[in-house]
């Protein structure tokens, strides 16, 4: 009975540091701000993470694989797949903003294993969409694979600093 219970501490650490994170940075977030966040004493987090940076790779990876998985869930055949991996992109922004927020985060954050992650996650999202893109019959699947990934960067910058007019759709069509 006790997994299931450190499975969910687990859990509620990791949304605790989504939130915290996205909210102050990775530099101003302390694992004792976590710990408060998820109602827990501050050497709790450390039966589950080691450190606040193993915290925050956790988080990212969990970021990446959630933005892969939605992208395989998609669809749509060659006519529609961008559009369509568009949308689905946006309602993931939309139920997970923290996450959003993570990977801008994370691409400042000077730490290895961090940059080591964000190189891992971009390169597994990279691959996967040209992949797809390649077998949908894309044409330039290379060129607009890379327009995609930009296009969806520009939009969590967008998002993180709260400047929609990056990306106003009825100025840039």
Do not use: W
Request: aromatic share 8%; net charge negative; glycine share 4%.
């Amino acid at each position: 009975m006790a997994k299931p219970v450190k499975t969910n501490r687990k859990e509620e650490i990791l949304e605790a540091s989504l939130e915290v994170i996205a909210e102050r940075g990775y530099y101003n977030t302390t694992t004792a701000l976590i710990a408060e966040k998820a109602g827990i004493s501050q050497p709790y987090v450390f039966r589950f993470f080691k450190t606040k940076e193993e915290l925050f790779v956790a988080a990212m990876d969990r970021a990446y694989e959630r933005i892969l998985q939605t992208f395989k869930s998609v669809d749509a055949g060659p006519g529609q797949l961008v559009s369509k991996m568009i949308e689905a992109y946006e309602e993931l922004s939309a139920s997970h903003p923290n996450e959003i927020a993570l990977q801008i985060i994370g691409i400042s954050v000077t730490e290895e294993s961090i940059r080591n992650c964000t190189r891992k996650g971009l390169s597994r999202i990279r691959n996967y969409v040209l992949e797809r893109f390649q077998a949908s019959g894309i044409p330039n699947a290379e060129r607009e694979a890379t327009t995609f990934l930009a296009r969806g960067m520009l939009c969590n910058i967008s998002y993180v600093i709260d400047l929609p007019e990056l990306i106003d759709h009825e100025k840039n069509d």
